[in-house]
């Protein structure tokens, strides 16, 4: 045994771990009662699985790898962001949004992001590696278990560092695994995908079995605007975008949401939002507008609140709905686009603008 490599239980889908099983010769039910120790009760130590026979020395078999909270800070409003130390000393954040009335979690899906989107502080990290899995799935176990709500019902939105659609296949997996009956039981109603629609996997992500709440981060309603705003749009456009929207499978009642970030005197005028209004046509979607959280570093400003509501009003007299996402844990650099963590790198523009903030 112990010149095999251990199998490791956080980036493993139960039916692997039953196959495991089998092959080692033991009961594949062993594998769910593994499964709940490890996402309903937070224990990762195998000694500890008390129901679990002795003679089977799961530790010799297996591992749990888990994210190590490395810091925790809370706002006033509630919102906690944790900073957390990844197997290879990386690290990522997780924020809990709490009451918005559900209780969400914000998990990261890559170790900064490479999508550079002109207005986000994440992007200006660049990309360091994907996500496995495990490590996805476990900011979520990490939270519930720190948070004391492994038994309650939480939402999760893969809106934290990150684009979710650039590690599509850890990305899904981690969606399953917390889908599991017994692992979390999330139901995919509760989990929100947030991208800026890179599309291939939003073509392949119309396919799947597992069907998350979609989030489109548009930002624009031009070809040129959302060049410079969001420039994956180079490589696939407004329209290809807004095409596959109408084409995406929806359920009953299931309504894309659509983000649109607002910077004043950029993309923030009636005139947008008219254009906005047309481009939405004849797809099922709604509206939800994120006044910028500025930061230093980034060239834009946050339109007043004058200027937001004339705009949500534009559409919503049109037939849209549309909220205002209201930006929490701003005072400790938890809003969105805020997240960015310090990279082992004096020179990385992560490590400097980090202490730019601090
Ligand atoms: N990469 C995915 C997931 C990140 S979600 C995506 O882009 O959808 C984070 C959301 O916050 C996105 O809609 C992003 O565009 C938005 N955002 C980024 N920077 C922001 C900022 N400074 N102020 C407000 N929203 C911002």
Redesign the pocket.
Known sequence: MSAMTRIDIAETELHEVETALAQLGHPRFHARQIFQWIYKRGVTDFDQMSDLPRDLRLSTMFVATTPAVERVERSTDGTTKFLLRLADGKHIESVYIPDTPAQTF?IS?QVG?A?R?A?????KMGIDRNLTAGEIAGQVRVLASELGMLDRRFNI??????????NYDSTMKALRMLADDHGFAMSPRRMT?????VLPALERLATEPLMPNL???L?ATTEEQRDLL?PINRKYGLEELLDACRQFPLKRRERITF????LQDVNDSPEDARRLVRLLHGIRGKV?L??????PG?P?S?PSDERVNRFARILSEHGITVSV?K?RGRDIRA????LITESNHANAPGKRLAMLMA
């Open positions: 914000c899906t992001c999508m989107c207005f986000c502080l994440t992007g939105v893969l809106m934290g560092m990150g684009e979710p659609l650039h995908l947030s991208t800026v629609g989030a489109i981060s930002h969001v983000e649109y970030v607002m939800n994120l006044p910028l959280n500025e930061a980034i834009f946050r996402r930006s809003a969105c686009g805020q």
